[in-house]
């Protein structure tokens, strides 16, 4: 089985959150099971002199971009047994931002259509499923129809398109229809790419792609609703038989809480873990300047600060979360305002919030090793790696019942003692509130049902095995 992953950015290459999480981590995990998986990502100025040094130059040819032609070429790197093949157009992807450009529609066209030319130019590799994710990518099953159909290199090719977060899709003015993409007004229609007026790229790829998967079954189901659908839904229930959801995983590798170099004491699973995630505790206090108390619960929060992940939510009821016994500790960046919100409450709160406005691994790992619990009050969450690593490191999650939250988080139950979190059904202030004073309830009175809890958290398994297998019964299934 050859399968040949095209994605916008891989780690440890290139990455600006679960995308490029995936991107690195699942491929690894199929060629663990035997699968030929190849990687075709943008050779991006911003991937680090110590790989671009490796990268073996493989051929340069030309590719249409509508009407000309642009220039690109194919290096590769063999990392940990994986071929990666690196788009190379300095005009394209030599560039401050990774996203974010005023072309990006044609940016990612280019590497959508060289992705599919570069496939002539990999000796001794043809594939039987190109894997695409997000917008970036979702040309690629409308343009494998439209102008490789004939080519006998092509034509038996599958596709499969994961959906990371619908709400990112790629929409552009229809001019790019024909001046970028290079196909007629035939495809701007409602049944086709037209969307509200606009060209919608995500579109592409709902319509034509073999299968779809996306990255939680909740989330699969969710977005088949007017609420969560971002106005695709319609598309999506038309597609429905060939659509499933299968839970992102995490690499135990990377995040492995007895092997960390980011945390100040490793632990296991076992006895020991509760005395050193006290001491990671007092680190993380030390570390963001507040006062080390080993009493006081520290809740934690690693995330875009952003409407997505529940920061209005936060700031309606911040003032009465810090008149709890709590110390909070956020990292992230995002909308100024939520920045200036924390801001604001840091400076009436010193001795009680602690921020940073940045990305940090290094910190990201101490406040999944230190903290009590950590903050996912989500409006909603395609799947969610946060709540993930955070269990991994009996670290236990609130969350909103949503997306891969819903899948990964089985709430406390005080009857049976099952549960690995806390969670809240409906996008509320004070439903969160409300579950954040019951979890301190418990760590505050009931320190035997906290250590279970935190075992409980320690000992399940999100790993990518379960879901790399996944993937293959759905390549096998349309080989």
């Known amino acids: 089985m050859k399968i040949v992953f095209v994605i916008a950015e891989a780690d440890p290459f290139v990455k600006t959150g679960g995308l490029g999480e995936v991107g690195g981590s699942l491929p690894a995990f199929l060629h663990k099971q035997g699968v030929d998986v190849r990687v075709i990502m943008p050779k991006y100025s911003a991937i680090a002199e110590h790989f671009r040094k490796d990268f073996k130059h493989l051929s340069h040819f030309d590719v249409p971009v509508a009407w000309r032609k642009q220039y690109c070429g194919l290096d590769e790197l063999v990392y ?31 590497f959508s259509r060289a992705a599919l030319e570069s496939l002539i130019h990999i000796p001794g590799f043809k594939p039987d499923i190109i894997h695409c994710h997000d917008w970036h990518t979702a040309l690629i099953p409308l343009m494998l129809k439209e102008f490789y159909c004939q080519e006998p290199l092509y034509y038996p090719i599958k596709t499969v398109f994961t959906i990371h977060n619908l709400k990112y ?37 709902l319509l034509y792609a073999d299968c779809i998967t996306t990255v939680s079954p909740t989330y699969a189901q969710e977005i088949q609703s007017t609420y969560y659908g971002e106005n695709l ?24 809480p007895s092997k960390d170099p980011y945390i100040f004491m490793p632990y296991d699973n076992s006895p020991r873990a509760t005395r050193a995630k006290g001491e990671n505790k007092k680190h993380l206090q ?18 875009r600060l952003v409407d997505q992940k529940g920061l209005d939510l936060l700031a309606h009821v911040m003032e009465e979360i810090l008149a709890l016994d709590v110390q909070i500790v956020i990292l992230g960046t995002g909308d100024n305002q939520y920045e200036q919100m ?18 940090s691994d290094k910190l990201a790992h101490e406040i999944y090793a230190g903290a009590d619990l950590l903050l996912m009050p989500s409006r909603f969450e395609p799947c969610g790696i946060s709540q993930m690593i955070a269990l991994r490191y009996g670290t236990i999650p609130i969350v909103r019942e949503t997306g891969g939250l819903k899948d990964t988080i089985i709430p406390y139950n005080k009857r049976t003692g099952a549960g690995n979190g806390f969670s809240f059904v409906n996008y509320n202030a004070h439903e969160l509130l409300f579950t954040i004073q019951h979890a301190l309830k418990i760590y505050q009175k009931d320190k035997k049902v906290w ?27 349309l080989i």
């Open 451 to 477: 250590s279970k809890l935190c075992q409980n958290a320690l000992t399940s398994d999100f790993g990518w095995d379960k879901s790399a297998n996944a993937y293959i019964e759905i390549y096998e299934s």
């Open 80 to 110: 940990q047994g994986i071929p990666y093949y690196f788009i190379d157009n300095e005009y394209y992807f030599s560039r401050p931002s990774i996203y974010g450009e005023d072309d990006d529609a044609e940016r990612f066209a280019f």
């Open 342 to 359: 924390l801001r604001y409450f840091t400076s009436k709160y010193p001795e009680k919030l602690a921020i940073r406005l940045e990305f």
């Open 233 to 256: 839904d319609g598309v999506l229930r038309k597609r429905s038989e060939f659509l499933m959801g299968i839970l992102n995983g995490i690499d135990y590798q990377v995040y492995d």
């Open 286 to 303: 030390s570390a963001f300047g507040l006062p080390i108390r080993e009493d006081r619960a520290v809740l934690g929060m690693v995330s």
């Open 169 to 205: 899709q790629g929409i552009f003015s229809k001019e790019v229809l024909g001046d970028i993409v290079g196909l007629g007004m035939e495809y701007f229609t409602d049944e086709a790419l037209e969307f509200y007026g606009a060209v919608n790229f995500m579109k592409a790829a």
